[in-house]
T-cell receptor
Framework: KAGVTQTPRYLIKTRGQQVTLSCSPISGHRSVSWYQQTPGQGLQFLFEYFSETQRNKGNFPGRFSGRQFSNSRSEMNVSTLELGDSALYLCASARGGLGAGAYNEQFFGPGTRLTVL | AQKVTQAQTEISVVEKEDVTLDCVYE???????LFWYKQPPSGELVFLIR??????QNEISGRYSWNFQKSTSSFNFTITASQVVDSAVYFCALSEEARAGNMLTFGGGTRLMVKP
């Protein structure tokens, strides 16, 4: 069974640009979560999508957005990039059945390392 | 608000030593789940264990063992006879059932270095 895939793996952008990251979950998984990892703030939850709807949202500015498609693939977008957005962005997929949120084991992808210059 | 604290930012041991990674959590929920993840240099988080708040039984899996104590809000992780391959960053995480979905709150992580 293929794992969670994220593309691209590495990305370099300049301040003010926007970026789109992609995540393909494990087949059959309907929940996709995004996390940002930085040396200063650690691992922080961005948002979770389940069946094309945002189910949870972390404490990030509106420049960070996401969406999920009918095949459960998800994209996250960051507009007007800032230097502080440089981070490893991790995607995690889970089965995500109704009422079983916290029970679900999350499988993480290898991440996309974003560098903002 | 939920919070996870891993007070040890970095631990260095010599191969074959036992090492315990500490995790203390805060939550107002009565039903919650605790996790440990391993992050090797490749960056991918690897799931190690999940525990729910009603199951305080300690668990052992090979060289790994976990000690969950609700009375002290701790969920510690011990590696017995450490090996160089155990070198990684280890994260403790918490998920509250009251908040539907798969949101995890992570601790700051403990970097474990096992020297040969």
């Amino acid at each position: 069974k293929a794992g969670v895939t994220q593309t691209p793996r590495y990305l370099i952008k300049t301040r003010g640009q926007q970026v789109t990251l992609s995540c393909s979950p494990i087949s059959g998984h309907r929940s996709v979560s995004w996390y940002q990892q930085t040396p200063g703030q650690g691992l922080q939850f961005l948002f979770e999508y389940f069946s094309e709807t945002q189910r949870n949202k972390g404490n990030f500015p509106g420049r960070f957005s996401g969406r999920q498609f009918s095949n459960s693939r998800s994209e996250m977008n960051v507009s007007t990039l800032e230097l502080g957005d440089s981070a490893l962005y991790l995607c995690a997929s889970a089965r995500g059945g109704l009422g079983a949120g916290a029970y679900n084991e999350q499988f993480f992808g290898p991440g996309t390392r974003l560098t903002v210059l | 608000a939920q919070k996870v604290t891993q007070a040890q930012t970095e631990i260095s041991v010599v191969e074959k030593e036992d090492v315990t990674l500490d995790c203390v959590y805060e939550t107002r929920d009565t039903t919650y789940y605790l996790f440990w993840y391993k992050q090797p240099p490749s960056g991918e988080l690897v799931f190690l264990i999940r525990r729910n708040s009603f199951d305080e039984q300690n668990e052992i899996s090979g060289r790994y063992s976990w000690n969950f104590q609700k009375s002290t809000s701790s969920f510690n992780f011990t590696i017995t006879a450490s090996q160089v391959v155990d070198s990684a960053v280890y994260f403790c995480a918490l998920s509250e059932e009251a908040r539907a979905g798969n949101m995890l709150t992570f601790g700051g992580g403990t970097r474990l270095m096992v020297k040969p």
